[in-house]
T-cell receptor, first 112, second 115 residues
């Protein structure tokens, strides 16, 4: 089974600073990697899905990179805003049925 | 925009009682997943359906949990009897198919508290 690790567990930055969130996984034979956002007590919102053949994927202020060989992905959030405060989780499919294995998430606080 | 629907959003129950959660996936999505998320952790898969068939329920505590998707559309997850350790967020997700390139879309979840 895939082991997914996210470091740091929590991050606090002043508004305007760029955010860098890390995700590592143990099995590099992945089909894709998904980044999600979760607000307190809420469900998951998909932010980006990066295919295994891609090196990066961008959506607005978000950019995700993928290095399969080293088992790492990084989510960059430019010019952070207080509304970016949430928990960010990464997930990769494992097994032939492509079930998702999640990291525990990084909880981000952006201070106004 | 199509969304995964779940109800109820919150449920408080006493231990030994029965509880049930409902999920309606995005229309046309053949694959449906139930996840359990304990506070501070990532979601873990409980059961996966392909249409009306269970594909994987290896992590489902079958002595007390059951799940069904009778017509291959909406689904129900039941716990009987509930235990204190079942307190968690229960998330439903769906995707067009079970292939590795199929993005999973999540519902708002049901927060269960067992007293």
């Amino acid at each position: 089974k895939q082991e997914v690790t996210q470091i740091p567990a929590a991050l606090s930055v002043p508004e305007g600073e760029n955010l860098v969130l890390n995700c590592s996984f143990t099995d590099s034979a992945i089909y894709n990697l998904q980044w999600f956002r979760q607000d307190p007590g809420k469900g998951l919102t998909s932010l980006l899905l990066i295919q295994s053949s891609q090196r990066e994927q961008t959506s607005g202020r978000l950019n995700a990179s993928l290095d399969k060989s080293s088992g790492r992905s990084t989510l960059y959030i430019a010019a952070s805003q207080p509304g970016d405060s949430a928990t960010y989780l990464c997930a990769v499919p494992y097994s032939n049925d492509y079930k998702l294995s999640f990291g525990a998430g990084t909880t981000v606080t952006v201070r106004a | 925009e199509a969304e995964v629907a779940q109800s109820p959003r919150y449920k408080i129950t006493e231990k030994s009682q029965a509880v049930a959660f409902w999920c309606d996936p995005i229309s046309g999505h053949a694959t449906l997943y139930w996840y359990r998320q304990i506070l501070g952790q990532g979601p873990e898969l409980l059961v996966q359906f392909q249409d009306e068939s269970v594909v994987d329920d290896s992590q489902l505590p079958k002595d007390r949990f059951s799940a069904e998707r009778l017509k291959g559309v909406d689904s129900t997850l039941k716990i009987q009897p509930a235990e204190l350790g079942d307190s968690a967020m229960y998330l439903c997700a769906s995707s067009e198919a079970s292939g590795g390139n199929n993005e999973q879309f999540f519902g708002p979840g049901t927060r269960l508290t067992v007293l």
